[in-house]
């Protein structure tokens, strides 16, 4: 079994509770792990025989910069969903997506909404 992370992915996209986000956006960080059977790959060095996180990437940049959610909740339930589709032999996926600066009328870093399934 392994575990193929990708950490850091920064998207700037139009998501939000309120209009105004949905039209002037804001900046969104998204980390995944997806644990999977790795022992083929790791046997044959073959990218065939991998979980192929350049495709995971695809697809999440594709749902986040081109669907419209109101809700973190929302987008990581979407994603995973593609994700499950897209690929056999999954085991498990931990998503965490963060809104950067968000609108709650204080001065906040982020708020972030992690995703197990």
């Known amino acids: 079994m392994g575990l193929i992370e990708i ?3 920064e998207f700037y996209a139009y998501h939000g509770h309120y ?3 949905r039209y002037v956006g804001n900046r969104f960080l998204l980390d995944i792990g997806i644990s999977t059977d790795t022992t083929k790959a790791e046997k044959s060095d073959n990218i065939e025989d991998a979980l192929n996180y350049q495709k995971v990437y695809a ?3 594709d749902d986040i910069e081109n669907k419209k959610s109101h809700l973190l909740e929302h987008i990581g339930r979407r ?3 593609r994700l499950y589709e897209n690929f056999d032999g999954i085991d498990n996926i931990k998503l965490k997506i963060s809104k ?3 609108p709650m009328g204080g001065q906040i870093r982020s708020v972030s909404v992690t ?3």
Do not use: V
């Open 115 to 117: 995703i197990e399934d």
């Open 79 to 81: 994603i995973i969903d």
């Open 19 to 21: 209009k105004e986000e």
């Open 7 to 9: 950490e850091g992915m």
């Open 100 to 102: 950067i600066n968000p």
């Open 59 to 61: 697809i999440i940049k």
